[in-house]
C-alpha cells in the first residue's frame, strides 16, 4: 500500500472524471451530516489533504492523520497554499492507534483506511479509535469499496480481457481480498472490498450506531459521457440528482463504487 501511494498519483486522483463525482458526492454528504463550521473534526486516512483543506476553507478546525509520509507532506504544502486557511494539524499515524484525546473531536471521517486493513480485527480497531475520539453524538463517515468494483471497472475498461485480472475479479466477488500481485498500475492495491452487508456489522461491533449507508457515485462512475455531464452545469446537476434519487435504495448500492456508510457515538 505505501509503495502504491508513493507514487504520488493520489494527489490528483479527484481530478478526473469519476474522482470529480467521487469528491462532489462526498462533500455533499459530509455537510449533510457534520455539525456547523468551526467545529473540530479528525480526516483519519486524509491523503493528500483535499478533504481537510476543503473544510478547513470553510470553517472548521481540521486535523489530519495518514499512514504516508508522502500524503502528509503535500497536505501540509496544500495547507500552506492556504494560510488564512490552515489545517490544525497533519501528521503521519496509524488509524488503528490514534494520538488523540478521547471525545476531542465534534466529527471524524474515516475514508481509506477500512479498506487498506484486510484483516476485520484491525478494521474494528481503527472504527473503535474513531469512537474514542469522538464526543458524544459525533458524526463519523466510513468510506468503503463496494465488492462488486473491480468487476464493473474491468467491464468498463476491458481489464478483463487480462487472465491475470479475472483472477483477481474472482478472488475480489469470493472474499473481498483484492491482490495485485504483479503491482500493476491500474488493478489498485493490496485492500479489502466490502458486500454492502458487511458494513453495520463492523460499526456496530466498534460501538457506534449505524444510520445508514449511502451511494457515493451511484452506478454511474464508469459512464463513458461522464466528463461531457460534469462540464454542463445542467447535466451535472441532473447527474447528481439522480443519484439522490436513488441513494436509499439498497438494492443499487453496490453498484457505486465506494460507499460511506455514516455512524455516530452513542453515549
Not at 20 to 26: D, I, K, V
Not at 70 to 90: F, I, N
Not at 91 to 111: H, I, M, P
Not at 233 to 249: D, F, T, V, W
Amino acid at each position: 500500500m505505501l509503495d502504491h501511494y508513493s507514487t504520488g498519483y493520489e494527489e490528483g486522483r479527484l481530478s478526473n472524471d469519476a474522482g470529480r463525482l467521487e469528491l462532489a458526492r462526498s462533500q455533499e454528504i459530509i455537510l449533510r451530516y457534520f455539525p456547523e463550521p468551526f467545529a473540530k473534526v479528525a480526516d483519519i486516512g486524509g491523503g493528500p489533504g483535499a478533504y481537510s483543506c476543503w473544510l478547513a476553507r470553510l470553517g472548521y478546525e481540521s486535523h489530519l492523520i495518514d499512514a504516508t509520509p508522502l500524503h502528509v507532506e503535500q497536505a501540509r504544502r496544500a495547507s500552506e497554499s492556504q494560510p488564512a486557511y490552515p489545517l490544525g494539524s497533519a501528521r503521519v499515524g496509524d488509524a488503528r492507534r490514534l494520538d488523540f484525546e478521547d471525545a476531542s473531536f465534534d466529527a471524524a471521517l474515516l475514508f481509506g483506511p477500512l479498506y487498506h486493513l484486510t484483516q476485520r480485527e484491525d478494521r474494528i480497531q481503527a472504527l473503535s479509535e474513531a469512537r474514542r475520539i469522538l464526543r458524544p453524538n459525533g458524526a463519523v463517515l466510513c468510506a468503503v469499496i463496494s465488492r462488486f468494483a473491480s468487476t464493473i471497472d474491468g467491464i468498463a475498461h476491458f481489464f478483463l480481457d487480462d487472465p491475470e485480472f479475472q483472477q483477481i475479479v474472482e478472488r475480489d466477488l469470493t472474499d473481498g481480498q483484492h491482490r495485485n500481485p504483479a503491482n500493476h498500475p491500474h488493478y489498485f492495491t493490496t485492500a479489502f472490498f466490502h458486500h454492502p452487508d458487511e458494513i453495520k456489522s463492523e460499526v456496530e461491533e466498534a460501538g457506534l450506531l449505524h444510520e445508514k449507508n449511502l451511494p457515493v457515485e451511484g452506478p454511474f462512475w464508469t459512464m463513458g459521457n461522464l466528463a461531457g455531464h460534469w462540464r454542463d452545469e445542467g447535466r451535472r446537476e441532473r447527474l447528481m440528482q439522480a443519484i439522490r434519487s436513488i441513494e436509499n435504495e439498497q438494492s443499487l448500492i453496490g453498484a457505486s463504487a465506494h460507499i460511506i456508510a455514516v455512524a455516530r457515538r452513542k453515549d
